[in-house]
């Protein structure tokens, strides 16, 4: 059926307006409108008919929450924009903020147009899940079961990603909590189960210090791909003095020198080698340290400190020492010269420097993978090569798949697939090219991968999870079936009460997201985080404003909390000053329930500056709502004429 109404006659009727648009008491005009409605809603109601099944598995207390997501996404299969401009010419809800209670937004509509046709309208109220006020009071609900009160202050959480030094150090975490923490996330991705713990344990002290509830996510790390290690490069140190525009050296080279079996580091250094110890006691300040570095130049260092942790030795030229430099002192005026090697050089991890119009080959480790005599471009050519983690995924990729590494910063296209490896065609680099060095991410937006969304390290890591934290995150969800298998195991481990959050950081995740909340609403409480790093990747950066809109959207309809998430003040929190771009992203922020920070050296002002900013927008806007609030800027304005 179409929205539009019929065209009407050219000439001016007491109908119009000299402008040719009907007058809003045009009769025909809302009697079309009450007819598009009524469709609408018989629509969305057969779909709920439908979904009984699904239904049926939701808990009793996300029923109605549950039936409100399934007229939403029944209202939105159509293009409701000629409907929301007639709607709005009457001046009427468009439907355009019905997220939270569809069916009562739809039923006040139709209730008045029956009113401007003299119509009879029956109260309706008992076949709507939700209203107005009790769709609000649902997600005020939902959001602290998961998430906790938010602050009196403040509308929206805050959640920080808890650094290693958490585990080390309580102050650390003091500091974030008496900053405004309100969740504190824990990654399980890295570090480990004891580090967790102690994070957990000095979480919940700080807490108690504060007198204030921070609850705890841990994340598990899920079916995350990334790329193998690679070989490390040869064990090479280059120091090298800073200098001016003339050449002069205004601050030499330093370099710590310490026992071989020491890993004490010490600040305002450049770098560390381990030397013999009984040659590094023989140091005192003003010892002149020679030495051939690798390209055979002379070289000499000047020892200006010395302690128990080893000496600093400062040298003026740029030197290149290799695990074969011998280091020597004395030798001069009949005394012994004393030398020993550098010991102990850190190997630098190895890495590919990749092109545009490069070949790579991603392989499953197998001895065979990295043979290039099957490859299309060039058999003999010495191709580069880097093994996947997730070596099942090899097999599930097809050519002309794209695929992205290291959160995009490197693209190419699968131009060849062989039982164990991809020949990749690399299209996306700087001109100068990129790094891509082990341990860094892989997308592939356009594969259907089969993978496990527990991988056996998260069911071993879902042990301490269950014993520290108030809720569990799921990484890379992509089915329905995952979130099943994840309340399963909770429940196994006498964990049924824990609250799930729903990582959207895949497109087939994005794609299932309605699925995914249905089968979440059978825990006791959930939310969605919007992981936009790997979902910008996977979806497009371009599309990245639509796709987070689309959550938001979907999770108001079921009335289920959001985590606003990745990169929020990024550059505040690793270097302390913000981009004007990502004041303007944390401010939007105000739309979820919470704002999470990933950690960085300035973190405790990455906070307090999200503070401000969510206290002051939180006058302004709730989810899609525009709030007018006084404005104090021109409420005053003498230059304005009175009212």
């Excluded at 239904?55 to 997501?69: C, E, I, M, W, Y």
């Excluded at 994070?199 to 079916?223: F, N, S, W, Y």
């Excluded at 973190?603 to 709730?622: E, F, N, P, S, Y």
Aim: net charge negative; with cysteine.
């Amino acid at each position: 059926m179409s929205l539009h109404k019929p065209p009407a006659d050219t000439s001016i009727t007491s109908a119009e307006t000299a402008t040719g648009d009907s007058l809003p008491w045009d009769r025909e005009v809302c009697l079309g409108l009450i007819a598009l409605l009524w469709s609408l809603r018989q629509t969305m109601l057969e779909r709920e008919s439908q979904l009984q099944p699904e239904l049926g598995s939701v808990l009793p207390q996300h029923h109605d929450s549950a039936r409100n997501l399934i007229h939403y996404l029944s209202l939105r299969t159509v293009d409701l924009r000629p409907l929301q401009e007639q709607l709005a010419k009457l001046g009427l809800s468009s439907l355009g903020r019905a997220e939270s209670h569809v069916l009562a937004n739809l039923d006040k509509v139709l209730g008045l147009l029956h009113r401007l046709t003299d119509q009879v309208w029956q109260d309706r109220s008992g076949e709507e899940p939700v209203g107005s006020v009790s769709s609000r009071a649902r997600l005020v609900e939902h959001t602290e079961s998961l998430l906790g009160p938010a602050p009196p202050d403040r509308p929206v959480r805050i959640m920080v990603t808890l650094p290693a030094e958490a585990a080390q150090d309580f102050a650390v975490v003091r500091d974030l909590v008496n900053a405004g923490m309100d969740i504190a996330r824990i990654n399980c991705a890295h570090d480990g189960p004891q580090d967790w713990k102690t994070m957990a344990l000095h979480v919940r002290r700080a807490a108690q210090l504060a007198q204030r509830p921070v609850k705890i996510l841990m994340d598990l790390g899920g079916p995350k791909i990334r790329t193998g290690e690679m070989p490390p490069l040869a064990p090479v140190l280059k120091l090298k003095p800073s200098k001016d525009q003339f050449g002069r050296v205004f601050r030499p080279a330093r370099l710590h020198l310490r026992p071989i079996n020491s890993q004490e580091n010490v600040t305002g250094v450049d770098a560390s080698v381990g030397v013999w110890e009984v040659w590094l006691e023989r140091l005192k300040p003003g010892t002149s340290i020679e030495f051939s570095d690798a390209r055979g130049a002379k070289r000499h260092l000047m020892v200006v400190h010395v302690d128990a942790k080893g000496a600093i030795a400062e040298s003026l030229q740029t030197a290149y020492l290799t695990p074969e430099t011998v280091l020597s002192i004395g030798g001069t005026q009949g005394t012994k010269k004393h030398a020993t090697l550098v010991c102990q050089i850190d190997s630098p991890p190895g890495t590919l420097h990749l092109h545009r119009g490069d070949v790579l080959h991603l392989t499953d480790g197998s001895p065979m993978a990295s043979a290039a005599d099957d490859d299309a471009h060039d058999p003999g050519q010495d191709i580069a090569h880097i093994t996947c983690t997730s070596p099942q995924a090899i097999q599930q990729v097809k050519p002309g798949a794209r695929i992205w590494f290291d959160d995009g910063r490197i693209g190419g296209i699968v131009r060849h697939s062989f039982p164990n490896y991809l020949s990749i065609e690399i299209t996306q680099a700087r001109d100068a090219g990129e790094k891509l060095s082990g341990d860094k991410g892989i997308n592939l937006p356009d594969s259907q991968l089969d993978l496990p969304a527990l991988t056996p390290k998260d069911l071993l890591d879902l042990q301490t999870v269950a014993a520290e934290a108030d809720m569990v995150g799921l990484s890379f969800v992509q089915r329905s079936s995952d979130v099943d298998q994840l309340r399963k195991m909770l429940a196994e481990l006498g964990r049924a009460d824990m609250g799930l959050v729903l990582k959207i950081e895949t497109l087939q995740g994005f794609e299932n997201l309605p699925e995914l909340m249905l089968s979440a609403m059978a825990a006791s409480s959930a939310g969605i985080m919007i992981a936009r790093g790997d979902l910008a990747v996977e979806c497009g950066y371009e599309r990245m404003a639509e796709v987070q809109e689309e959550i938001l959207w979907c999770a108001e309809a079921g009335h289920m909390p959001v985590i606003w998430a990745t990169q929020v003040l990024e550059s505040l929190a690793k270097t302390g000053l913000p981009s004007r771009a990502e004041i303007s992203d944390a401010g939007l922020g105000v739309r979820a329930e919470c704002v999470m920070l990933n950690k960085g050296p300035y973190i405790t002002q990455a906070i307090r500056t999200l503070d401000d900013i969510l206290k002051r927008m939180g006058g302004h806007q709730d989810k899609k709502r525009p709030l007018l609030r006084a404005l104090r800027a021109w409420g005053d304005n003498p230059t304005l004429p009175p009212q």
